[in-house]
């Protein structure tokens, strides 16, 4: 099972907010080439070639999030048990080493990009980290193993 392919469906809405975003943006920015072009010759108007490159990026930007979207799959996380970390899971760990504590979501790695929330380090469910906690209970460890050393987490609660 490739859970590099699941999103969660707060996720999903966030994509899909960042798609129409960029979307509302896209008018603007074709404005903004049109005036630039008037401007007359385009091979010494950075006006005109920054509003190309800003559009290049907008076209690409929103081409790639609905191919993903398409084949990504979502999942309603609010009804799974909080028994065990799980795909969607909030969890607060303490790092053994230095006694720092931390909440960790769980998330698919399409979501790294959309997940923002105060106090909480978003964590894709194929990263090392994501990994070591995926079905560990409170009190036990996550053994973390990474390019930057081996870190060892307490599970101390499941939201």
């Known amino acids: 099972m490739d859970l590099s392919l699941f999103i969660t469906k707060p996720g999903m809405e966030k994509l899909q907010q960042r798609i129409n975003d960029l979307m509302n943006e896209r ?18 108007n950075a006006e005109y070639k920054a509003a190309k490159e800003r559009q290049r990026y907008i076209d690409g930007e929103i081409d790639h999030l ?20 799980r795909f969607g899971s909030y969890c607060v760990a303490d790092d053994v080493s230095n006694d720092e504590r931390l909440c960790y979501h769980v998330v ?13 380090l978003a964590v894709s469910v194929v990263s090392p980290i994501g990994k070591s906690l995926l079905g560990k209970k409170v009190d036990e460890i996550a053994v973390v193993r990474a390019p930057m050393g081996e870190r060892n987490l307490k599970i101390i609660e499941i939201k």
Not at 27 to 44: H, K, Q, T
Not at 109 to 115: M, R, T
Request: charged share 35%.
């Open 27 to 44: 008018p603007e920015v074709i404005r903004a080439v049109a005036i630039a072009r008037e401007f007359g010759d385009l091979s010494e």
């Open 108 to 120: 698919g790695a399409e979501e790294l990009n959309f997940s923002h929330e105060e106090g909480v």
């Open 66 to 85: 609905r191919r993903r979207s398409a084949v990504l799959k979502v999942i309603d996380t609010s009804s799974f048990p909080k028994d065990m970390v």
